[in-house]
């Protein structure tokens, strides 16, 4: 079973930030928390992932509360094809450690 | 640097027979996962190669099967195919014995008939 829960859908107006909540209340102190998404029948995407510290990439920025119980995935400008599903994963980086994944939120960007 | 390649993308059998698809991961990766991904749900890990041997399987019957090759390409094989067999099957490579972060292909869609 998946390890943590999201919103089911979400909208956003075009760009304006996006901000995804997940909440992971049971995560352990060496698992790290990843997030994909999935634009439709593709392949998931990797986006970013962090352990404890916030992290920013090129796509996105990861907020990681201090007790680690949640995160927020950060999309600071919205674009029609940042509409998917987006997947917050709990993992250890280390062993044959599977992804497991949720339902996500639907994301919807309007423009 | 080349990206998670499969094929074929689409693929259509009856029920009984037997499906074959692959994989091949990127550039400098050596290890493989496969997942299956029926309509509406998130993807279920069914098993992960590393260096040619399985390191770890999910709760998928003994009728799918894979391999890993030298190149560190892989194939997934399932026999005797069943309706619920249908869905998008995606693979993904990392590097390391599956801890890192996995980057997948765009999956091979099958529909059993």
């Known amino acids: 079973d998946a390890k943590t829960t999201q919103p089911p859908s979400m909208d956003c107006a075009e760009g304006r930030a996006a901000n995804l909540p997940c909440n992971h209340s049971t995560i352990s102190g060496n698992e790290y928390v990843y997030w994909y998404r999935q634009i439709h029948s593709q392949g998931p995407q990797y986006i970013i992932h962090?352990?404890?510290n916030n992290e920013t990439n090129e796509m996105a920025s990861l907020i990681i509360t201090e007790d680690r119980k949640s995160s927020t995935l950060i999309l600071p400008h919205a674009t029609l094809r940042d509409t998917a599903v987006y997947y917050c994963i709990v993992r250890v980086n280390f062993g044959n450690e599977k992804l497991t994944f949720g339902t996500g939120t639907r994301l919807t960007i309007i423009p | 640097e080349t990206g998670v390649t499969q094929s074929p993308t689409h693929l259509i059998k009856t029920r009984g027979q037997q499906v074959t698809l692959r994989c091949s991961s990127q550039s400098g990766h050596n290890t493989v996962s496969w997942y299956q991904q029926a309509l509406g749900q998130g993807p279920q890990f069914i098993f992960q190669y590393y260096r040619e041997e399985e390191n770890g399987r999910g709760n998928f019957p003994p009728r799918f099967s894979g391999l890993q090759f030298p190149n560190y390409s892989s194939e997934l094989n399932v026999n005797a195919l069943e309706l619920d067999d249908s869905a998008l099957y995606l693979c993904a490579s990392s590097l390391g014995r599956g801890g890192d972060t996995q980057y997948f292909g765009p999956g091979t869609r099958l529909t059993v008939l």
């Open positions: 962090g352990l404890k």
